[in-house]
């Protein structure tokens, strides 16, 4: 083990699962947990890049890791998960998978975007389903979620994604309050720009991102002292300056935000062929 933190293994330990864990911010959370001495469940489609995860994260920090390659946008695949992971005394979910799309609803396509919705807010909501009980059973636990700094306005030109992230961190913020007493430590995450895949995937233009590891160490920092942590300084610049707007305010200065963030050359078959 390179550091511990007794911290987290002692309220969470000793097991972790981490989704999204083949990349970007899951992939990030996944080595600070390691290093902080917590053994990991490792979720996401790409199974070659968990098992080469796996073996680093074994071979840097001597913990286990359990590799499970899961499409968890399947609400079936989240119960598999529970079950594939019933043997192990986990204590914390970080529910990191998911993705953004961005440009204007009218040019986008309804089957990615229900899929966004349904890997963003039902596949999370069934995974906390599925482990809280666990981890209220055992009276200590935490979980994860990832917001966004675009989760507290509405949001032309992301108007669906930050639809599914207002989702998320509504979720988290009653879900703290409901498994507080039960010993059950829930946080949302509302990062700004990250540097990871998300961006390219979300088709947006993302100056001065924050590397992944800033949102694994300051949220795992707040997890269990504070509900919401807003990672990287755009995120708390945003949130200071737009907390003093109206609602309306807010989506007018996020309107000019998204403008420099949404460079789209093409409108899509659908639109050209209206
Ligand atoms: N990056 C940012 O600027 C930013 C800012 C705010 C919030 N967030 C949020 O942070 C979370 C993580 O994003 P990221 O930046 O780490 O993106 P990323 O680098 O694209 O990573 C996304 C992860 O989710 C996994 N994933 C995607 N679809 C999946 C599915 N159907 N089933 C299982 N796993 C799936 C991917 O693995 P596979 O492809 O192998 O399945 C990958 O490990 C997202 O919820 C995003 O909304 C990101």
């Known amino acids: ?45 790409r199974e070659p890049l968990l098992r080469q995860l796996a073996a680093e994260l074994q071979g840097n920090h001597g913990v286990s890791c359990r590799v499970v390659p899961a499409d968890l946008a399947d609400l079936e695949a989240v ?3 529970a079950d594939i992971t019933g043997d192990l005394d986990v204590g914390l979910l970080v529910a990191a998978a998911g993705f953004g799309t961005s440009g204007p609803l009218l040019d986008a396509e309804l089957d990615v ?8 807010c039902t596949s999370v909501l069934a995974q906390a389903w599925h482990f809280g009980p666990r981890f209220a059973r055992r009276g200590r636990g935490g979980m994860v979620f990832m917001s966004s700094l675009l989760a507290f306005h509405g949001t032309p030109r992301a108007a669906h994604y930050a639809a599914t992230k207002a989702y998320v961190q509504t979720l988290a913020e009653g879900l703290r309050v409901e498994w507080a007493p039960l010993g059950v430590d829930v946080i949302a995450s509302a990062p700004g720009p990250i540097a990871t895949g998300f961006s390219a ?8 991102a924050m590397p992944a590891e800033v949102v694994a160490r300051v949220t795992m920092q707040a997890l269990g002292r504070r509900t919401t942590v807003r990672p990287g300084w755009l995120s708390k610049l945003l949130g200071w300056s737009l907390a003093l707007l109206p609602r309306w305010g807010q989506v007018m200065v996020i309107t000019q935000v998204m403008k420099g963030m949404t460079v789209h050359q093409e409108r899509p078959a659908r639109q050209r062929s209206a």
């Open 113 to 120: 975007e229900t899929a966004m919705a349904g890997l963003n």
């Open 1 to 45: 083990m390179s550091s511990t933190d007794g911290r987290l293994v002692h309220r969470y330990g000793p097991w972790a699962v981490v989704t999204g864990a083949s990349d970007g911010i899951g992939r990030a959370f996944a080595r600070h947990l390691a290093a902080s001495g917590l053994n990991l469940v490792l979720v996401a489609r």
């Open 201 to 208: 995937r979300a088709n947006l233009q993302m100056a001065q």
């Open 79 to 81: 119960r598999r998960l």
